[in-house]
C-alpha cells in the first residue's frame, strides 16, 4: 500500500539519527525503502548511501550505484558521476562522467558546475576548454 513518502522518510530520518525516538538502524533502513518504493529520490539516495558504507547491512556496491542511479538528484548525481569516472562499482566511462556533471550543473548545483569546470580544464570527459573552465569556476564563485 503507497503511503506518504514524506512522513516515511521522516521517520526513516529519525531512527537514522535517534530524533525523538532511539537510534535504530534496522527501521530507518525500513522506513526509507517504503519511502524509495514510493519514489521518494532523498530516501533513495540514503539507501544508496546506506548500501555503500556498509550502514546498518552489508556493503553492495552495486547495489549502492542502482539506488544511486533511481535518486539521480543533486549530489546524488555528482556522486553516479564519480562512479563512472573512478570505476566504482561499474566500468570506468569519463564521457559519461562528464554526462552526470553536466546535468548537476545545468541544474544549478553548485558542485555540479565546479566538476564540470574540472572537466573541460582537464578533459576528463571532453575535449580540454580552459575558456569554459574558467567561465564554469567564474559561476561557481558568484554562486558560492
Do not use: P
Amino acid at each position: 500500500k503507497q503511503g506518504c513518502s514524506f512522513a516515511q522518510y521522516c521517520l526513516g530520518y529519525s531512527f537514522e539519527n535517534g530524533e525523538g525516538i532511539d537510534q535504530d538502524l534496522g527501521n530507518a533502513i525500513y522506513w526509507y525503502k517504503k519511502a524509495a518504493e514510493d519514489g521518494n529520490k532523498t530516501a533513495q539516495y540514503r539507501i544508496g548511501y546506506f548500501y555503500e558504507n556498509g550502514r546498518g547491512m552489508r556493503k553492495d556496491i552495486k547495489k549502492a550505484i542502482e539506488w544511486y542511479e533511481k535518486s539521480v538528484i543533486h549530489d546524488c548525481v555528482l556522486l553516479f558521476g564519480k562512479c563512472h569516472q573512478d570505476g566504482i562499482g561499474i566500468e570506468k566511462d569519463e564521457v559519461k562522467a562528464f554526462e552526470y556533471y553536466k546535468k548537476s550543473a545545468e541544474k544549478g548545483y553548485l558542485n555540479g558546475i565546479y566538476i564540470l569546470g574540472c572537466c573541460y580544464e582537464n578533459g576528463i570527459g571532453t575535449e580540454i576548454d580552459k575558456e569554459k573552465a574558467v567561465e564554469l569556476y567564474k559561476d561557481a564563485a558568484k554562486r558560492g
